[in-house]
Every structure is written in structure tokens, then in C-alpha cells.
């Protein structure tokens, strides 16, 4: 196996955070596959900005809430083909609401795309790194998955059950060599913070202690640091991005 590419695969990578990852841990040496599901415009721009830095990446439509098309994908492009050796698990969605009036197709599309897309992918990327005696798996959370947060039932409780699912996978997964982790973002300011109102991010940058939004950038400081040699020894963790925001 050592002769195929040592691969990264980071869902969701064509712009926000899952971009940031892309770019960071192609400058890391990995080749980069990212997934989208919608704009394959931003994806393939993604791919170009890190081919004009000298790194490898390619695109793929994919929609992690489909399992079999999940199961295909890790077939048809990943096994026998690349050296999977990084999960990032970024894809995800938000449909806010309160709870009292959340519709069906509110709660299920997130807990699908957020939760049980995130289980598809870790699986099937598993049965590899389990083969290769190797990996890296690196879950994006959320900090309201640690606390809650009015309006989000549905994505929060995706988000909680992401760190429960890291944890038990960190056990399952650890005598194979692989680790596995979750990242809290706080405040990041991406396309899914932008609509916000300026009143709302004005009380949310109160509660930051470090006085300033995060960056995609940061968070994927600390999905490089996870996915690198010198955090062998850490597996089963949830590390916050949040300038010490705890809400």
C-alpha cells in the first residue's frame, strides 16, 4: 500500500471550514479529495487554488446522506486506489427552529446529513484504515453540541451525537493504530455565520474572551495538528476552537 498516494478525504471541502481543511492539509503533503453537494464551481476552485501551491486535490460529488452512494464512492475511488490515511468528517447542515415547531423534515435531514452521513463515511473509511494498520479520523463538532443553543435542536443534538460517536469509534479503533477526535468550532466567521444579524454577532463576540470571531483558518490549524504524527497519542478527545467562548 505505501506505494499509492497518502490520501486525505475531507467532506463538505469546497468552501468554510471543510475549504481550509482542504488547502492545510494539502501544504501538509496529502493528496486532497473533497466532496460537494451543491456549487461544483467553488469545488473545482478549491482544487485550482492548491494545484497553483503544488499540491494534488480532486473533486467528487457526494451526498454523504446516501449510504449507498457512500458505499460506492469508498469503493469505486478510494479502496486499491489511494492510501487513505485522513478522514475529515465536515459536511453538514443547519434547518434552525424551535423545537415546539420544528417539522419532521427539519429534524431529519439535519440528524441525516450531520450524524448518519458522518457515521457513513467514518465507516466505510474505518474498514480501509483498519486494513492499512493506520488513520486519522477528525469529526467537526460544534461548541453547542456541549451546551445547547435556542433554535438549533436538531443540529445540536447531530453535533452531540458526533462526540459520542467519536468516542466510541476512538475505543473500537485505537489497537488498529487509528485515532479518533472531535473539533468544537465556536463563532467561525463562514458563509453559514454571514446571515446572522449584526445585533446577534455583536452579543455572541461579548461572550468570546480573545475579543474576535474564529477563522476557518483556525480550525483547520488544529484538524492538521490531529491528522500529523505528533498527536499519535491523543484519540477519543473533543479540542475547542472557540477563543474561549463556552456559551
Known amino acids: ?83 487513505l490515511q485522513v478522514l475529515v468528517n465536515n459536511a453538514g447542515l443547519t434547518w434552525d427552529g424551535l423545537l415546539v ?12 446529513i450531520n450524524l448518519s452521513g458522518s457515521f457513513n463515511c467514518l465507516q466505510q473509511a474505518a474498514k480501509l484504515m483498519m486494513r492499512n494498520r493506520s488513520g486519522r479520523i477528525i469529526n467537526i463538532s460544534s461548541v453547542t453540541a456541549q451546551s445547547g443553543n435556542a433554535g438549533q435542536a436538531n443540529y445540536t443534538a447531530a453535533k452531540a451525537g458526533l462526540i459520542g460517536l467519536t468516542r466510541t469509534a476512538a475505543q473500537e479503533l485505537a489497537p488498529r493504530n487509528i485515532t479518533v477526535n472531535a473539533v468544537a468550532p465556536g463563532f467561525i466567521d463562514t458563509d453559514m455565520t454571514a446571515g446572522l444579524s449584526e445585533e446577534l454577532k455583536e452579543r455572541f463576540l461579548q461572550m468570546i474572551p480573545l475579543q474576535r470571531f474564529g477563522t476557518p483558518e483556525d480550525v483547520a490549524g488544529c484538524v492538521a495538528f490531529l491528522a500529523s504524527e505528533g498527536a499519535g497519542y491523543i484519540t477519543g478527545q473533543v479540542l475547542g476552537v472557540n477563543g474561549g467562548m463556552h456559551m
Open 1 to 83: 500500500m505505501s506505494e499509492l498516494p497518502k490520501t486525505a478525504l475531507v467532506t463538505g471541502g469546497s468552501r468554510g471550514i471543510g475549504r481550509a481543511c482542504a488547502l492545510r492539509l494539502a501544504r501538509e503533503g496529502y493528496l486532497v479529495y473533497i466532496t460537494y453537494v451543491s456549487r461544483p464551481e467553488l469545488a473545482e476552485q478549491t482544487c485550482t487554488e492548491i494545484s497553483a501551491e503544488g499540491g494534488l486535490a480532486r473533486a467528487f460529488a457526494l451526498d454523504i446522506g446516501d449510504r449507498e452512494a457512500v458505499n460506492s464512492f469508498f469503493q469505486n475511488e478510494i479502496k486499491d486506489k489511494v492510501f
Open 101 to 112: 415547531r420544528m417539522k419532521p423534515e427539519q429534524w431529519d435531514q439535519v440528524i441525516n
